[in-house]
């Protein structure tokens, strides 16, 4: 393939012409920087010294600690179980959100009529909130009222996401992925537009059949969409659904279903344990820079818009 | 184009439909349930099709006053949440655009620094520093306050990059045939910089309003008053599924209320929502 004759970022490569004022550039910066420093630097720091310190259970006295807080919340049953639940939680919807869509977009690019259509029919759920999402699944497969659950409990399933942990996961991963299918679905199209024509044409022409042409050549070839994705979706089901277990399960029954960021929320929020949940903030973050660099590195893509 | 089978044609069509069945049915059984009486929704399983509750139960929600949420309208509800979109999808696009400006197009002490600080905070989701923030908030006595919910999520290093990468692509020639012709940064800016990035902004615009509309931990943590919640949160005090006492009628159409505005959006403004989730991956 011959390279486009400039680059449209060849701007940024030679020294750009700029405007000399001295002045000016700091007052166009300072309302970004003001509220940056203010909502950002500012608590994330707050976050880490906190994160070193203990009080006593009246709240009267605090001492500093050192790391002693991580200790404590790294050896603790409960945070290991949460670590384990959002594992499973992430890659389950990561997982099932990216299938689907990656069938869906496949299937859209053999259509020739009605294709238009059927991507706005399908883009939908992007624009629901996630915590809707959840209470709309839990709508309809609660026990008591729920349509989905009284025919699952008609074929002899007895089926009760309040009580059984596994249960109430699985209502979650459907939930969570089935507002990220939107999303996944839009950026599979843009990938599978990209692979080139002539190489699936010239492959068809060598005798291969559809589904060997899907798994040699255009299923390699989204790579780098497939890896974006999966990355941005563990970001998802690591942080935008809060809401959905705040909504559905309130991290219940038991602690079956409590993620780390409703641990946070939960042990700083509700249960008031400051130095616990300062010290989860802290290995949050750590999670959250990993997986940024990771996709800088290795993708060189943005995360999502937020 | 390679030719294809009319069975393979018709597999992709049904699946596709099937696609659509899953993706639409719980909003489309959501709106079936927004029209039916309580009774209809407590004896599952619902019908298939809408009841003929839709004016009685729209009226009430819309106008009556939802017990569970402290006796504050609907109407209310969503006022603050259309509110917190659009402040935080303008405020947004406002403070990047200029930021964006100053470090692409001026050159001073603390650029590259300033840009740094900005692209970092793509690493500090709110969900990482929940306490402190909220206690930043209460101090600058910013609860219950719409300044509270849209200022801090405004903030963000996603919209700057998204201007940054658009005006290093603008030559150089467009500010040097700007400035013989004797124009400063102001009308640079206003008569060439901004008319280029229309779509830009209208993509991001798009973008920006669904993610004030859904946000959630977020009015969770700055709103203690009824009437300061946004529709998802106050959607979320109404259900309870522990007691029998849930007006689940009024819970569909208000969660109704709450889906559609933003459903429109991404319909309406299909081609800007596109672009702006695609190219601002690139």
Redesign the interface.
Known sequence: MVPPASS??S??V?P????P??V???L??A???A?????????????FY?SMLRQDPFGLRTKFVWFANFRKVLADPAYLNSIKVTVVFSLATAIVAMC?AL??AV??E??VR?KGL????????????????G??????F?P????L???LRSFGIAWDP?LNGTHAMILLVSAAA?KQ???NF??FV?GLQAVP?AL??AA?MDGAG?TKRFWTIIFPLLAPTTF?LLVVNTVYAL?DT??IV??VTGGGPGKTTETL?YK??ND??VNLI?GD??AQ??I??VI??SL?AIQFRYVE?????? | MIGQSPLRTVIAHAMLILGILIVAFPIYYTFVASTQTLQTILRPPLPLLPGDQFWNNYSEALFGGVGRIGGVSVGRLLLNTTIMALGIAVGKIFISILSAYAIVFFRFPLRMTFFWLIFITLMLPVEVRILPTYKVMVDLGMIDTYAGLIIPLIASATATLLFRQFFMTIPGELVEAARVDGAGPWRFFFDILLPLSRTNIAALFVILFIYGWTQYLWPLLVTNSSNMNTIVIALRKMVSFADADTQWHLVMVTAMLAIVPPILVVVLMQRWFVRGLVDSEK
Do not use: C, D
Request: glycine share 6%; aromatic share 18%.
């Open positions: 449209p970022r701007g940024s030679t750009r012409v700029v405007f004022n001295k000016l550039p700091y166009l910066v309302p970004q920087l509220i940056t420093l203010v909502f950002f630097y500012w608590p994330a720091g707050q976050a906190q689907v069938l869906l299937m859209a053999k259509v009605g059927y991507r706005t029919l399908l883009i939908w759920p992007y624009a629901v909130a996630p915590a809707i999402a209470m709309l699944w839990l709508f309809l609660n008591s009222i729920g349509s659950a009284y025919m309040l089935w299918i939107s999303y839009l950026f843009a024509k699936i044409e068809a559809e974006f942080f809060f809401g705040h909504a960021v946070v929320y700083g929020f400051l949940s300062a903030s802290v949050l973050m959250v820079i940024t893509r943005k995360v999502h818009y937020g």
